[in-house]
């Protein structure tokens, strides 16, 4: 199939840019049936954002607090991201994977 340039508009930013042949056959080869919706600027963009929030716990900026415990399993100290209340075991990272 032959594939030639294609000019679209952002969804963002209102610009237009050029979704290549290139492009369109990487996306062809992919399975992806869309066009993309956005410039690659603002993609980049949206990339960054979403990694930030990802990388923040997903709460904007705010880590989620850790607590410190020890390790029902080993006795080690470890943190968790939830207050314990004793009710139920509580284990380090290795542990919980032995446990799973």
Known sequence: MAFAD?????????KDF?????????????????????????RKARKQSRNNHRNSGGRQGNKR?????VCSAC?????????????RPVYCRDC???HR
């Open 65 to 69: 607090p850790l607590y410190d415990t």
């Open 6 to 14: 294609k000019i679209l508009t952002c969804k963002d930013c209102g």
């Open 96 to 98: 919980f994977e032995e």
């Open 18 to 42: 050029t979704f290549t042949a290139r492009e369109q056959a990487f996306y062809a080869e992919k399975g992806f049936d869309n066009e993309p919706g956005r410039c690659p600027d603002c």
């Open 75 to 87: 006795g080690r100290e470890t943190k968790v991201p939830f207050k314990p209340t004793g009710e």
